[in-house]
């Protein structure tokens, strides 16, 4: 959907607008991008129902609410599992933030996020024991050098 519309530099500057800041006023994207709110709202409504802009987020500081492990987990499947089983599996697990198939050994990267080292623990062994997944390889997030909204 989102390929058939073409965007202008309006459109670039009002979604990066939106990126930096999702909860901004349109008269706040329009001073900035040199049109009026009403302009700015009908752009953000094509730009919507063309499914360019999927959704309007919060970000969190993970931290604040508790969550102080961030880990990146391989995930190693038997057979031909298939992308949707493999979702499937990673939903039941709400410390699954995000999940991808990936080239390589691993049939998927996911991004997990955990109160302490323990709830990770238990989370791996949870993923473990389904019966697709024949072992995870993890990684633990130490800092970060770059965030998304930089």
């Given at each position: ?15 990066a607008h939106?990126e930096?800041n ?7 994207i329009?001073?900035e991008v040199?049109l009026?709110a009403?302009?700015?709202k ?10 360019v802009i999927t ?8 931290r604040?609410?508790?969550h ?13 599992t298939?992308?949707a089983?493999i ?12 999940a ?14 955990t109160?302490d ?12 024991s ?10 633990i997030a130490l800092s ?7």
């Open positions: 959907m989102s390929g058939s519309l073409r965007l202008d530099s309006q459109d670039r500057l009002i979604v939106l930096r999702a909860r901004s006023s349109f008269a706040a329009g001073a040199g009026s009403p302009a700015v009908r752009r953000v409504d094509r730009l919507v129902a063309s499914g959704g309007f987020h919060a970000a969190l500081d993970a604040a609410l508790g102080d492990v961030e880990a990146f987990v391989e995930l190693h499947c038997s057979g031909r298939s992308a089983e979702a499937r599996i990673v939903s039941r697990h709400p410390e699954v933030l995000e991808y198939t990936v080239t390589g050994d691993a049939n998927a990267l996911l991004r997990v996020r109160t080292t323990a709830h990770l623990e238990r989370t791996l062994e949870n993923l473990r389904e019966p697709a997944v024949l072992q995870t390889k993890s990684s970060r050098l770059i965030s998304p909204t930089s």
